[in-house]
């Protein structure tokens, strides 16, 4: 295999790393019964009509998910993985809330993928953050609560809150008073928005949530003034390609729009969302979209760089990332 194209990935789910061999063992392993016989059983099920039935199986795959260990395991499967598809740097949602509803402490999960990611950089050459999600589908109240049991992870494994999950009906309005706050706290700030739901929700992250990059925001284009702001702002778009294809945001990779938000001087990354549901990581996104829309050599460098300048990375390390990309032949 050539040597993939070195990256950023800021839009990767955790919980959506978790394969379904591994989703196996930590079932055995933790005495859990689930209605999968074989990893291919599991892997049958993978069919998506929208995003609200890839989440109903993603939250309930997340039983598996109980211990530290289990929470270490999963992180290092992703960067070994992730190393492999050419990720320099990871920025690493997950969903707090998805395991304390469950009756798992919130200092469980941190600290186990904190075992992982603490020490990424030697072993797998991979820097990383971790960036908190509130669930849109639960309260205000809700998210105010684990931002604050979160306090004392700022700053040192958790440097950064967005916000996913359900989203239409769940505008960004809701979550303006948690944002704020962890504003104030000097953490970074995202949200998902224009997924499935209307250009609306990405004005409201931009205004009320005063987010610095939008995930996904494909929807965008509908909307010609907020394209022009985003162009003029520079607003990272973190966009994943299979994701759209396998939640039916987008009929097929040949109809994706990513080339028209390249052409409209958007600051467009790839990404892969839930690699293990939606059929491939980081390279295979690239793979994909060169395959189906022959992005050139040149359209993948600037996607590689743009990566790297969405990251929330200090200068000095982008830079030094930004000469690898440049210094990248393609094979
Ligand atoms: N949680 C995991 N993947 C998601 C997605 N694509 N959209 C919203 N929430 C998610
Ligand atoms: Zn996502």
Wanted: hydrophobic fraction near 40%.
């Amino acid at each position: 295999m050539t040597t993939p194209l070195p990256k950023a990935e800021l839009h990767l789910h955790i919980e959506g790393t978790l394969e379904p061999e591994l989703a196996l063992a930590l079932a055995a392993r933790n005495g859990i019964d689930l209605p999968y016989g074989s990893a291919d059983d599991l892997r049958a099920a993978y069919s998506f009509r929208d995003l609200q039935s890839f989440l109903d199986l993603y939250y309930a795959l997340m039983a598996v998910l109980r211990t530290e260990q289990d929470f270490t395991d999963l992180a290092e499967a992703y960067l070994a993985r992730a190393r492999r598809q050419g990720v320099r740097h990871a920025e690493i949602f997950f969903d707090p809330q998805a395991h304390t509803a469950r009756g798992v402490d919130l200092r469980t999960v941190v600290e186990g993928l904190g075992r992982a990611l603490d020490s990424a950089e030697q072993r797998h050459g991979i820097t990383t953050r971790l960036i908190l999600c509130f669930l849109r589908d639960l309260s205000a109240e809700d998210a105010l609560e684990t931002l604050e049991s979160a306090r004392p992870y700022f700053g040192t494994l958790i440097t950064a809150v967005g916000l996913d999950s359900a989203e239409v009906g769940n505008p960004p309005s809701k979550f303006q008073e948690v944002f704020a706050l962890a504003r104030e706290a000097g953490l970074h700030l995202v949200a998902h928005a224009g997924e499935e739901g209307p250009p609306e929700y990405v004005w409201e992250a931009l205004d009320l949530l005063r987010v610095e990059r939008i995930d996904h925001g494909i929807r965008s284009l509908e909307d010609e003034r907020l394209v022009e702001r985003l162009r003029r702002e520079r607003v990272p778009l973190t966009v994943c390609p299979l994701s759209n294809v396998r939640l039916r945001c987008v009929d097929r990779l040949e109809d994706h729009p990513l080339p028209r938000m390249l052409e409209a001087g958007l600051l467009v990354t790839v990404n892969s969302d839930d690699p293990s549901y939606f059929g491939g990581y980081v390279e295979d996104n690239f793979r994909a979209l060169t395959a189906a829309l022959g992005l050139d050599e040149e359209q993948r460098r600037t996607l590689a760089a743009n990566s790297f300048h969405a990251s929330f990375l200090d200068d000095k390390q982008r830079a030094a990332y930004l000469a690898e990309v440049e210094a990248h032949r393609f094979g």
